[in-house]
């Protein structure tokens, strides 16, 4: 969706020996902790993206960093040819704070939603009875769910996808928010129904209330998988455990990553059903990596920080200082609109000011505050959910003062 296609980037006019697949903001950081980051010029920055959500906790969150240095010091891979102790504690800590029957552990994001799609196609194929190698799973248009080959061919995003072909089959994409689209799309072969509860990448697009209930209907109506990407929406976010808790809905499927290795290594699982993953049987599916002692030791202590709910109540608690503030910015005439939930943030900085959501991003950068534009004028907030309020309100204050000062250099 977007068009323009950026200038190269300086660093193959530089001869940097890192290839160019992304365009960093002009930070260069060599500390971390809680809500702040230190540069190489020892300038102090608030995190507001952290990581997109994968620093839930904020950097080095002192529980988690004890729990992977005890792991360290004991044993740290067995590979998945043997067990070891913590796999079944970490599979029953997960299921337990999800409400879920099973879990299968993996590393990145990607690998979770592609090891959803392959349960849900064999589901399909050995349950559903659907003519082998014609399952269809229907996903949403702007989504993200990752990078590789598969997971591009679901997504309609130019940039994403494009000079990457050919492309996986398999895959109807329909409207976001639109519960009667996705039934539309939905025929014999149709083995699940794939989309994010909050599209985080598109800009923090929060569906209508009734789009996870009336997909949860329809997927039960016709037999078939619903299946959430939790990814960037999951663990504390949205100001509950899961952002589907907010709708009352259960996936048949879940995945979840990011936060889940505390901002310390990536850990990814599918948690759900316990009749759909028992489709993965010994020999189809794995990871040399997925569910190793220190990946399980970080997740336990993940799973032991957000047990007591108060993290989650937290971010529905700061969640509506943001709300305000972003809604007193967008009456102030300096957003065009505001798109919150939990403590997660949307904001399409207003047209007439002339900033893309980049430059927003570095006007920010300048100001002390990091944080990541999606598209266009578009900018994210989604900082650690330990943020102090006081830095909380920091962070606005100084988003209104930069978007302030562009409006009075406009005029
Ligand atoms: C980040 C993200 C992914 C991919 O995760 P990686 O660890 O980068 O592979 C998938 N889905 C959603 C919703 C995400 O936000």
């Known amino acids: 969706m977007l068009d323009q296609t950026p200038p190269a980037p300086p660093s193959v006019a530089h001869g940097s020996a890192l290839a160019p697949n992304y365009r960093p903001l002009d930070v260069v950081l060599v500390e971390g902790d809680g809500t702040w980051v230190t540069d190489v010029a020892g300038r102090r920055y608030l995190d507001c993206l952290a990581g997109y959500s994968a620093l839930n906790f904020g950097h080095r969150h002192p529980a988690l960093v004890a729990a992977a240095h005890r792991q360290l010091d004991t044993l740290t891979l067995t590979s998945r040819a043997f067990s070891h102790d913590l796999l079944e504690p970490f599979a029953r800590a997960v299921t337990a704070l999800t409400g879920t029957e099973m879990l299968l552990p993996m590393n990145t994001g990607a690998e979770a939603v592609e090891t959803a799609v392959k349960a849900a196609r064999k589901w399909g194929y050995d349950v559903l009875g659907v003519p082998d190698g014609e399952a269809t799973i229907v996903v949403a248009s702007g989504a993200f769910h990752g990078r590789t080959t598969t997971i591009v061919s679901m997504s309609d995003e130019r940039e994403m996808r494009a000079g990457f072909g050919p492309y996986t089959p398999g895959f109807r994409v329909v409207p976001f928010g639109d519960a009667e689209a996705a039934a ?228």
């Open 184 to 411: 539309a799309a939905v025929d014999s072969t149709t083995v699940a129904v794939l989309v994010e509860p909050v599209q985080g990448e598109a800009g923090v697009l929060v569906p209508p209330p009734d789009y996870l209930p009336g997909l949860r209907r329809l997927c039960d109506e016709r037999g078939i998988l619903l299946v959430l990407d939790e990814i960037q929406s999951g663990l504390g976010r949205t100001g509950t455990t899961l952002a589907q808790d907010l709708a009352g809905v259960r996936a048949d499927l879940t995945t979840l990553g990011k936060a889940l290795g505390g901002g310390i290594m990536p850990v990814s699982a599918v948690v759900g059903r316990r009749d759909v993953l028992g489709v993965l049987t010994p020999g189809t599916h794995g990871s040399t990596f997925g569910g190793n002692p220190l990946a399980c030791a970080v997740g336990l202590a993940v799973v032991d920080l957000l047990t007591p709910g108060t993290l989650q109540a937290r971010a529905a608690e700061l969640g509506t200082v943001l709300a305000e503030r972003a809604e007193n910015l967008v009456r102030e005439g300096l957003l065009a609109a505001a798109r919150t939930v939990g403590l997660w943030a949307g904001l399409d900085v207003e047209p007439s000011l002339g900033l893309s959501g980049r430059q927003t991003c570095e006007l920010l950068a300048a100001a002390g505050v990091l944080t990541k534009d999606t598209h266009g004028t578009t900018i994210r907030l989604a900082p650690p959910l330990t943020i102090e309020r006081a830095d909380l309100e920091t962070a606005l204050e100084t988003l209104a003062e930069v978007l302030r000062r562009r409006r009075a250099e406009t005029r």
